[in-house]
């Protein structure tokens, strides 16, 4: 899956400071290929961000190919700004997982350990908008693109409704990239 990822990035995304972005995803300095995509939810496992990741880019990718998001809402977004929304929309998960155990009934009622996660973020700025800076950190993201990472959650994200209506009013692809990462968390991944 790892070099599934670094493929589909490395075709797509070429713009000024791409090249150190993936190092910097690739160094050990970060855990982005090791992370859990959650601590006890979707794909909390190692290596479940990466495969959430490629999940959200292979639905946006058909989101976005479907005839009545071309000709109806005119959406036509590039290989390039598809891969960078899909791929990097969860970069704010980064370093933020701890291995840990926790306590759980098996399935007789006895209490057991079981391995975990616990989240402790070094850098608290919030979901999207922590995604949105560390990209940027390495290269330019377009108004939309910026947009779509930081409103991904959609109206999950509970502290700004009126901002995502208005997010997504604006910035279309902001809508699609919410759709796929939805759509990869509830029926892709358990």
Known sequence: MKQEFIEIYNRYIKRDGAKELLDYLLSNKSDFFEAPASTRFHLSRDGGLLEHSINVYKCLKDYLSRSRVKETYKL????????????LHDLCKVNVYKKSMRNKKDSS???????????QDELPYGHGEKSVYIISGFMKLSREEAFS???????????????????????????????????????LEE
Do not use: C
Not at 155 to 163: E, G, L, M
């Open 76 to 87: 036509n977004v590039s290989d390039e700004t598809i891969a960078i929304v899909a791929l």
């Open 149 to 187: 990472i930081r409103y991904h959650m959609g109206f999950s994200d509970t502290q700004n409704i009126r901002n995502v209506s208005e997010a997504f009013s604006k910035f279309p692809l902001a809508f699609a990239l919410s759709t796929a990462d939805m759509e990869a968390t509830y029926f």
């Open 109 to 119: 009622g006895k209490w057991i350990q079981v391995p975990s996660y616990d989240y």
